[in-house]
């Protein structure tokens, strides 16, 4: 599983810096000698990061005193943060409504925005891209106050609803931009073939555009659901119900159960359950991770 | 791409209706993203500005303006300065760490093999995981009771979120952890664009792997590490959930960031909305002035 991405063009990657060490050929005795300092140093490297999850794994079903799992390996810790407050069945409940919703909110906009953007000349439309664009220039803490105070005026404080429309707008500047490079990148004959041959603009968009962009709205996807499933501060300052937190919100509370006693099994369990989507979604989708990265960085 | 090119003068109406067509289509499909535009950015964006400048409540909502109480407020508040200067020492030691060790893991696994993707995806795999999460997990990391780490905090009676310094570091090292893998992308990126023949031709010349770097590699590397940079800069001062979720602003309040500081005026005890928005156009203002100084740096440096 390595990051085709940023490799696929063989030449391109092998942009040389340490000649006379890649020079020595791995297969002989020397060769050899000359690499093993780099594998333990990288290969420790390696270990350092991946060691806190590892960790965080096995802890998550070892004995804690006086906690959910008592002694011996088990599924202890996971029972205690099921039955935390109102289940970890709503606030994944929660969580995955929020984030599915932002997801599907940020792929319907950013998909016809592009469209528009990339295809069509109205007034206003660098205007209106700048616009989108200058959303990641102002700090999110700064928009979240006066959101709540929105929000709360027109119906939508503390409900998820509202928590998924403030995600889907955060999500816009880079979903946006996104998907117009992934339309410009189509060559215009495409769609004009189907306008000429009678489809509306609309069904040139759903029938021959969309599965020409579709690497780029799995990108758009990926990024709008991992943004809306870990998002912390936004339902923390939007939603004051503890029946609809989020899972984020919910693991952090549950820190503290009674007494100030900290239950570090349950919390790690908590880490386990928001973490692993996440990393599985990652490693099947890493290519589509970098090559968000790609296009953002190549224009920035 | 004649849509977009002038009117071939032969047939004005069809082109006129095109055009037309172009205007109401065009924004047929940019209504959703203007409206989200408009309704949650650009109105709350006004209305931070008009919240700051009235008394404005929690609970009891607007009460009538009263500039310049609110600003006035802000900066008397205890802890103004010292999160001010806190969260200025935390993005000056976290833009240093994360550009650095971005750079360096991005050169150690730029070639590509079957080890290095291993190395990369290693490193990047943290970035997966929300900040909250991650700071949850070291949270539990750092414990000095179940921490992996806790026979030796004992026996030597120090702990990572023991003194400001030691909570500083600790916080730093979890930002490294979840951010390193990120910057080493956008600088595997940058370095990718760096023509192959341009260390082919130093390396002819008989230029050292030092000489290489410096010379070749960091200013090629310039539009990268401005976009790094500003990048890293800006969500540092915007520094919330570590600190929040490990530290707690605490030792002795001394890890309060200037977030923190909004989200505590705001909703822990205060509740007073309208000096929160102050500090929020406050930090708004430092950021727009922080950034266009970093551009300017940046671009400056191009020139010379």
């Keep these: ?300 | 791409m004649t849509l977009h090119t002038a009117a071939p003068p032969a047939a004005p109406t069809p082109t006129r209706r095109r055009r037309n067509g172009h205007r109401v289509r065009g924004w047929g499909y940019a209504s959703p993203t203007a409206l989200f535009v408009l309704v949650l950015f650009v109105v709350p964006l006004f209305l931070v500005f008009r919240m700051s400048a009235s008394r404005w409540p929690l609970l009891s909502g607007d009460q009538g303006i009263n500039f310049p109480d609110n600003f006035s407020a802000a900066v008397d508040n205890r802890f103004f300065v010292d999160s001010v200067l806190f969260t200025l020492k935390y993005t000056f030691f976290a833009t240093i760490l994360l550009i650095g060790l971005g750079l360096g893991l991005a050169m150690l696994v730029q070639e590509s093999s079957r080890w290095k993707g291993l190395l990369r995806t290693s490193f990047l795999v943290p970035s997966a995981l929300g900040l909250a999460s991650a700071s949850l997990l070291f949270y539990v990391l750092y414990s000095p009771l179940v921490g992996p780490l806790a026979p030796v905090m004992e026996h030597f009676g120090w702990s990572f979120l023991g003194t400001p310094n030691a909570a500083l570091a600790s916080t730093l090292f979890l930002i490294v952890w979840r951010y390193a893998g990120f910057y080493m992308l956008l600088m595997l990126v940058g370095l990718q664009a760096i023509p192959t023949d341009i260390y082919e031709a130093a390396r002819m010349d008989g230029a050292s792997r030092w000489h290489t770097f410096w010379r070749i590699t960091v200013p090629l590397l310039r539009p990268t590490l401005a976009l790094t940079t500003i990048l890293c800069v800006t969500g540092s001062l915007l520094a919330f959930e570590q600190f929040y979720i490990l530290t707690k602003g605490g030792p002795d309040n001394s890890t309060i960031t200037v977030v923190q500081l909004i989200y505590s005026v705001a909703f822990q005890g205060q509740n007073d909305l309208g000096v929160a928005a102050a500090l929020s156009v406050i930090v708004l203002a430092a950021l727009v002035v922080i950034n266009v100084v970093q551009l300017r740096a940046f671009r400056g440096s191009d020139e010379s």
């Design chain 1, 1 to 300: 599983m390595t990051i085709a991405g940023v490799t696929h063009h063989p030449d391109e990657a092998a942009v040389e810096l340490r000649p006379t060490r890649a020079a020595a050929p791995t297969t002989t005795l020397a060769g050899v000698a000359l690499r093993t300092p780099f594998w333990v140093f990288s290969g420790a490297l390696a270990v350092i990061f991946l060691f806190p999850l590892v960790w965080t794994s096995v802890k998550s079903v070892s004995p804690y005193p006086g906690t959910g799992q008592v002694d011996g390996w088990g599924f202890g810790n996971y029972v205690t943060l099921a039955h935390y407050q109102a289940g970890i069945w709503q606030y994944l409940a929660n969580s995955a409504f929020v984030s599915l919703l932002c997801v599907l909110l940020t792929l319907l906009i950013s998909t016809l925005g592009g469209y528009a953007f990339a295809r069509f000349r109205f007034p206003g439309r660098n205007a209106l891209f700048m616009l989108t664009l200058a959303i990641l220039m102002v700090p999110y803490a700064t928009l979240l106050i006066p959101l709540y105070v929105l929000l709360n005026k027109i119906g939508l404080g503390n409900s998820l609803v509202g928590v998924a429309l403030v995600l889907t707008m955060f999500q816009l500047p880079f979903s946006t931009f996104m998907m117009r490079i992934s339309f410009e990148s189509v060559p215009r004959e495409l769609d004009e073939a189907a306008l000429v041959d009678g489809c509306s603009s609309f069904a040139a968009l759903w029938r021959v555009l969309l599965p020409a962009v579709r690497p780029g709205l799995i990108t758009v996807g990926l990024f709008a659901f991992l943004a809306a499933w870990n998002d912390f501060f936004a339902p923390l300052i939007l939603i004051n119900d503890t029946n609809k937190m989020t899972l984020p919100l919910a693991v952090s509370n549950l820190r503290v159960q009674v007494q100030g006693v900290i239950d570090y099994g349950a919390t790690e369990a908590g880490v386990v359950v928001l973490a692993l989507p996440c990393i599985v979604l990652f490693l099947l989708l890493q290519r589509h991770y970098v090559r968000g990265f790609m296009s953002g960085a190549l224009k920035g």
